[in-house]
């Protein structure tokens, strides 16, 4: 059965890994679907894939938000789903964490996702849906990722003040938050194939199904969240992680 027929969907980095899956998802359930990323080849790689409109927007720059809002509008009137999953990885020890290295990490994953949903609103219907995408890693004491967990436990405090603050709209306001994800983030990390590699296997032993997860099992999160299925669910988070939050200490 199509859930979310008569419905459009934004998803902000729907050109790549999650969000190109939940895009895939939302579609399917009968949804239109709007996707947004940087990288226009990848982009018209959704539309042709997915069917899919996509729509170039740097979500560091607020013209550029203000822009996408202006021609969603213009093509689409009002939305009732917004995946805010754009984001970037890095990681760094905090003795030689760099200016940069902090600012284009929140930059990106918190106030390019702040400033979306807040520009999105005027045209959000009322009963409308958001969903966060954050990661166990606001949970978890992951050496050199102090920075990235930050900017993903900002977004589990703004879920859940975004939840009261829209409630009187009956917009609901959810988080998922994804343990690791086989997706091209781990090649955008600046490391060489060996240390990714090295990486993943450690982290990979740590998870208690024993496996990194899939883009498509957060998609299918996202879809629950958006749907009916999920109507008196606000102001929450759902971790995603194959048990990687759990693992015990003994
Ligand atoms: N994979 C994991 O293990 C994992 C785990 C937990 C949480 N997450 C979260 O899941 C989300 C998606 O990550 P992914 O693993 O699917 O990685 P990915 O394949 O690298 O996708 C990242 C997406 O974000 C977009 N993006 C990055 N910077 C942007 C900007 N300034 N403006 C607009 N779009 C931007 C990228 O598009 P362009 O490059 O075209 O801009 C791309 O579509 C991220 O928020 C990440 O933190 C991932």
């Not at 970037?88 to 930059?107: L, R, T």
Request: charged share 20%.
């Amino acid at each position: 059965m199509k859930n979310l027929e008569n419905k459009v969907a934004i998803v902000t980095g729907g050109n790549s890994g999650i969000g190109f899956a939940a895009a895939a998802e939302l579609s399917a359930q009968g949804a239109k679907v709007i996707v947004t990323g940087r990288n226009k080849e990848s982009l018209e790689q959704a539309e042709t894939e997915l069917g899919v409109t996509g729509i170039q927007a740097d979500q560091t720059d607020l013209k550029s938000i203000d822009s996408f809002v202006e021609q969603v509008s213009s093509q689409f009137g009002k939305v009732d789903i917004v995946f805010l999953n754009a984001g970037i990885a890095a990681f760094a020890p905090v003795d030689s964490a760099s200016e940069e290295h902090y600012d284009s990490i929140m930059n990106v994953n918190v106030k390019g996702v702040y400033f979306t949903v807040q520009k999105l609103l005027p045209i959000l219907n009322d009963g409308g849906s958001i969903i966060f995408n954050t990661s166990v890693n606001a949970h978890l004491a992951m050496p050199n990722s102090s920075v990235y967990a930050a900017s993903k436990a900002a977004l589990l405090s703004i879920n859940r003040v975004l939840a009261v603050e829209l409630a009187s709209r009956k917009i609901r306001v959810n988080a998922v938050s994804p343990g690791p994800v086989e997706t091209p983030i781990y090649g955008k990390l600046g490391l060489a194939k060996e240390e990714v590699d090295g990486f993943g296997a450690a982290l990979g032993e740590k998870i208690l199904l024993k496996r990194f997860g899939q883009a498509n099992e957060i998609a299918k999160t996202v879809g629950f969240l958006t749907s009916e299925n999920a109507s008196f669910i606000t102001g929450t988070e759902i971790i995603v992680d194959g048990g990687l939050t759990v693992n015990p200490v003994v």
